[in-house]
């Protein structure tokens, strides 16, 4: 390990609270359904030279080597200075590498704070998304009236209909229309997140100190310019956004947000992005939410969307209403599941309407 010193290797991970306006998205306690805010930054050693960066449910990665520090998500400005303070006290070599899971706002914005020295890498999709046109958004935050900037509406529809778990919270579009005047630009949506430096398409291989690691786009699901990143040393993958959504917590079985139909990705694609991942040689789960999960974990919500599909595919060839589908599909092997009494519902909801707009 690359620490400085034995003493500051046993100091317990610095915790530092501030305020920021990714700690207002309000997260469901997974006991009841009490919105919870969470402010704990943290470090955590995973294993080896891999750590866990956290701001509170948000989860980084960074692998430190001799030569520099390979970092996956700087998950917000605020946060990204303060872990910029914590890596050069603890292993005084530089940030080289800054990789985005995907484009969205709460995990890439941020990366600023190391460009002096980080190239910056991303999904060929990135850049597709910062054009300066309506970019992907998740939670339902879509382009509702083709104007081609975000308006409140757009925002505030998901987050009045299911508070908690889709779009962002009241005040979240007033705090980022920085000039006030009713609308939100793509530019000012994205003024914290660089533009990717480097990109890839299907595979990439990243080399620093000795250290190999391998980046993979799965496919679409949560978002469409997805990375999955394998660190084949540590036998870690990290991926954030899918397989466990900003919902989980130490549990992976959790009824997934599953905002409008699907965050408008064909539920195959889902399923078939979630066995890509689970196809690497890793032991490891190290997301972008929840615990830190073994890979038999990772079977279950693989397994919860394949029976989803199932279950609302024979309802439509059984020419059920969409009511009557959600009062008979209990989904009843996973009725010990987190959200399950809220979103069982709401997911069979999603479904229905991803398996109608996405014929099979």
Known sequence: MFQKSVSQRLLLPTIFLFASWIFSLPLLAQDDDTPVFTFRNSIVNITGDLYRASNGAWHAIFLATEEGIILVDPLNTAFAEWLKVQLDERFDVPVRYVIYSHSHFDHAAGAGVFADTATIVAHERVVMNMDGRFPHMPGDMIERNNNGVIDREEIMIPTTTDPGICGMFDGWFEQMDQDSDGIMTPAELQADILPPNL?????????????????MHPGKNHGDDMTAVLFPDERVVFASDMIADALV????????????????????????????????????????????FSKEDISHPIQFLRDLKAAVQEGLANGLTLEEMQEQIMLEEYSDWAYYDRLRPKTIDAAYRNLTLFRY
């Open 199 to 215: 990109t890839y398409s299907d595979r990439m291989s990243l080399t620093l100190g000795g250290k190999t690691i391998e980046l």
């Open 249 to 292: 917590r130490d549990d992976i079985r959790s009824i997934p947000s599953a905002c409008g139909p699907l965050d408008g990705t064909p539920i195959d694609e889902w399923i078939r992005s979630y066995e890509a991942v689970a196809a690497l040689d890793f032991d490891i789960f190290a997301g972008g939410h929840g615990g830190i």
